[in-house]
């Protein structure tokens, strides 16, 4: 499935990142030590999820036929307490009925990337010498 490499010298954040063929660079804004020279961590969590949101919907609406135009995506990370909350906005342009729109929230809840982050993943980690 997906595979990515970071690497971080001693530059204070920025990260050189190797992703499906792309170079994107990570780093901090300046109010946390970075240059603000690429997108923050959860900047690139926002994006997938944002972006799975969008594509997931445009590719049903377009099996089904519908005449969905447009979707946009709205996300907002934020801590309440302990909890770490996404709050998704998803606005539908189209001439699409009450039930179109409905079934599109269901498709919305059932996109990959919100399969994942809501059940967990398990993540194994290997230290290994350069």
Not at 16 to 24: D, E, S, Y
């Amino acid at each position: 499935m997906a595979r990515a490499t970071a690497h971080i010298g001693t530059d204070q954040y920025a990260t050189t990142l190797h992703v499906a063929g792309r170079t994107l660079i990570a780093d901090e804004p300046a109010d946390n030590g970075g240059q603000d020279a690429g997108l923050a961590p959860y900047d690139f969590l926002l994006s997938a999820l944002a972006s799975c949101t969008a594509i997931t919907l445009r590719m049903y609406a377009d099996h089904k036929g519908w005449p969905l135009k447009a979707v946009d995506v709205a996300l907002h990370f934020y801590r309440n307490g302990e909890k770490e909350i996404i709050d998704r906005v998803v606005t539908l342009d189209g001439d699409l009925t009450p039930e179109q729109r409905e079934r599109l929230l269901q498709v919305t809840e059932r996109t990959p990337v919100t399969k994942t982050l809501k059940q967990g993943l398990t993540i194994a980690t290997t230290l290994r010498d350069a």
